[in-house]
């Protein structure tokens, strides 16, 4: 299991504990996070599941595939800690993660 | 507010993903009256895109398919009907009759049918192992299948079907590609794409036939075992994957005396002729931004876009900012990503080397940027996102001059660069 903090943009907070092997997106969506479009249902192909790390995590974490930095670089509302969450899979490295979402994809 | 602007029940025909999103996309904009959601499968809503891919390969189980978990349903306030088959629209009453003969009432009314896969009309099509894919019950069959096949047949190069011949390669099932265009992918992409995907297939040795007519599928015991051409040739199979297109899900509407013309036709915000009901998802026609004329859009962007472009106008809200269609497939390492609509094109450009794996094909009507499809080319894709949103379309000048990405940055405000 993983332990995780969602934070929405209004600053509201909800732990959930989850399996591992799930995509991250997968989780949000399972929450009922609405903010995480993930219009294509994880294929790295939208860029609509953007979420924002704490910078310690970001650095931490494997570094982007090609592919997700270009969809990030031109996606709204992006910062130097977004990542798309279909490319993070629950686990240990994402233990205890505190996982701020965006008001809107767009 | 008056039953004008507040209804008070809203049913929706058909659980796939616009339907679905129509649903929640009501709540989140403070609708509080009852909502019904009709699905005739017996699974809440699922993604689609997925069958003829991780989920076809069995890299995906059947719960990752889910939309929304199933008790979302129940927790938003929509009552979720599986296994309800809607028989008839009675306007004048203002009912859904069901199969089991029950007539629901609405005040709002959705219709979110769908498509289904066009039949083969050759003789044999209805042999044992000829499938079509449209829902998770066909992924499956085809799955099962797939594990003991020896040669696979898939009729069609769209995508469903180039989709299907991928995922077999990788399982290592020989594939006969059997198109009856003069090139695969006609209807959606240029012949200069086409020719790309027809050559990457190669690559991963399936064996692309292009103007192939089936004469008939040949079958022993009722089981298919392989396609004969109209020139004569017999192509051996014992599993056969029909994806010749979808017709739109329209004989509800049409019975019910809404206009259809290959499509429930609908204006921008999904609303058919009939003021109470709206009209969603594969099976519709409409205008899309600034493209002439009406189109069915198959994907998943147009069935959420329409799913809220219904939600706030039933509310009485405004409608969102327009968001130009896009699509993507998936076949080996190769990423399609495309955006706008390139029909009609008279022009085109390349951007990036094909031979290299990665490059876009860039679209013009008049000069004026209209579609992008890129291979393996996220940056053009999401920078022809937002330059095809801009009220001054990208000029082919400019275009050739800059990548998209530089012309996204350079084009302050969205005008153009001097």
Same mark, same amino acid.
């Given at each position: 299991?993983?332990?995780?903090?969602? *934070?929405?943009?209004?600053?509201?907070?909800?732990? %959930?504990? *989850?399996?591992?092997?799930?995509?991250?997106?997968? *989780?949000?969506? %399972?929450?009922?996070?609405?903010?995480?479009?993930?219009?294509?249902?994880?294929?790295?192909?939208?860029?609509?599941?953007? *979420?924002?790390?704490?910078?310690?995590?970001?650095?931490?974490l494997a570094p982007m595939s090609e592919m997700e930095e270009c969809m990030l670089e031109l996606a709204a509302h992006r910062r130097a800690t977004?990542? %798309?969450?279909?490319?993070?899979?629950?686990?240990?490295?994402?233990e205890g993660a505190r996982i701020e979402l965006p008001e809107s994809q767009y | 507010m008056d039953e004008e602007t507040n209804p008070a029940r809203v049913?929706?025909?058909?659980?796939?993903?616009?339907?679905?999103?129509?649903?929640?996309?009501?709540?989140?904009?403070?609708?509080?009256?009852?909502?019904?959601?009709?699905?005739?499968?017996?699974?809440?809503?699922?993604?689609?895109?997925?069958?003829?891919?991780?989920?076809?390969?069995?890299?995906?189980?059947?719960?990752?398919?889910?939309?929304?978990?199933a008790q979302a349903y129940a927790d938003s306030g929509v009552e979720f009907r599986p296994g309800a088959v809607a028989t008839g629209i009675d306007?004048?009453?203002?009912?859904?009759?069901?199969?089991?003969?029950?007539?629901?009432a609405y005040d709002r009314l959705a219709i979110a049918t769908g498509s289904r896969p066009r039949a083969l009309p050759a003789p044999g099509g209805t042999l044992g192992g000829v499938l079509a894919l449209r829902g998770i019950d066909d992924t499956l069959r085809l799955r099962d299948r797939l594990d003991a096949c020896r040669a696979l047949i898939v009729v069609g190069g769209g995508y469903i079907g180039l989709e299907v011949a991928a995922t077999a390669r990788a399982k290592g099932i020989p594939v006969t590609v059997l198109e009856r265009?003069?090139?695969?992918?006609?209807?959606?992409?240029?012949?200069?794409?086409?020719?790309?995907?027809e050559a990457l297939h190669r690559r991963h040795g399936v064996d692309v036939i292009c103007d192939a007519e089936i004469a008939e599928l040949s079958g022993t015991g009722g089981q298919v075992t392989g396609a004969v051409l109209a020139d004569g040739r017999v192509i051996p199979g014992d599993t056969v994957l029909v994806g010749i297109g979808v017709d739109a899900n329209d004989g509800l509407a049409s019975e019910a005396g809404l206009a259809c013309d290959g499509g429930i036709l609908v204006d921008a915000d999904a609303r058919t002729q009939d003021p109470l009901i709206y009209a969603l998802g594969d099976c519709t026609r409409h205008p899309v931004g600034p493209y002439a004329g009406q189109h069915r859009?198959?994907?998943?962007?147009?069935?959420?876009?329409?799913?809220?472009?219904?939600?706030?106008?039933? $509310?009485?809200?405004?409608?969102?900012?327009?968001?130009?269609?896009?699509?993507?497939?998936?076949?080996?390492?190769?990423k399609l990503q495309a955006a706008g609509l390139f029909n009609g094109h008279d022009a085109q450009l390349s951007h990036g080397d094909p031979e290299s794996g990665r490059f876009a094909l860039l679209y013009f009507a008049r000069e004026r940027l209209v579609a992008v499809d890129a291979v393996s080319d996220p940056a053009s894709f999401m920078a022809a996102r937002q330059l $095809?949103?801009?009220?001054?379309?990208?000029?082919?000048?400019?275009?050739?001059?800059?990548?998209?990405?530089? $012309?996204?940055?350079l084009r302050k405000n969205g005008e153009p660069v001097p």
């Open positions: 299991m993983t332990r995780l903090l969602f *934070v929405d943009h209004q600053g509201h907070e909800t732990p %959930l504990e *989850v399996e591992a092997g799930l995509t991250l997106m997968e *989780v949000a969506r %399972l929450g009922g996070f609405d903010s995480i479009a993930a219009e294509c249902g994880g294929g790295c192909a939208c860029a609509t599941c953007q *979420v924002y790390l704490e910078p310690a995590l970001f650095a931490a977004s990542r %798309l969450a279909c490319q993070l899979t629950t686990g240990h490295a994402l | 049913v929706v025909i058909g659980a796939g993903q616009a339907g679905s999103q129509f649903c929640f996309a009501l709540r989140r904009h403070g609708f509080g009256g009852e909502i019904v959601l009709l699905g005739e499968e017996p699974h809440a809503p699922y993604q689609r895109p997925p069958l003829s891919k991780a989920f076809l390969k069995g890299e995906m189980d059947q719960r990752r398919l889910l939309l929304k978990p306007r004048a009453a203002r009912q859904v009759v069901l199969a089991s003969g029950e007539r629901l265009a003069e090139r695969v992918l006609a209807r959606v992409t240029s012949p200069r794409m086409s020719a790309w995907f859009v198959e994907s998943v962007h147009n069935a959420l876009d329409q799913a809220e472009r219904a939600a706030r106008h039933l $509310l009485g809200l405004d409608p969102p900012a327009y968001d130009p269609p896009w699509f993507w497939s998936d076949q080996y390492d190769a $095809l949103k801009q009220d001054a379309a990208a000029t082919l000048a400019e275009c050739r001059a800059h990548s998209l990405k530089e $012309l996204l940055a």
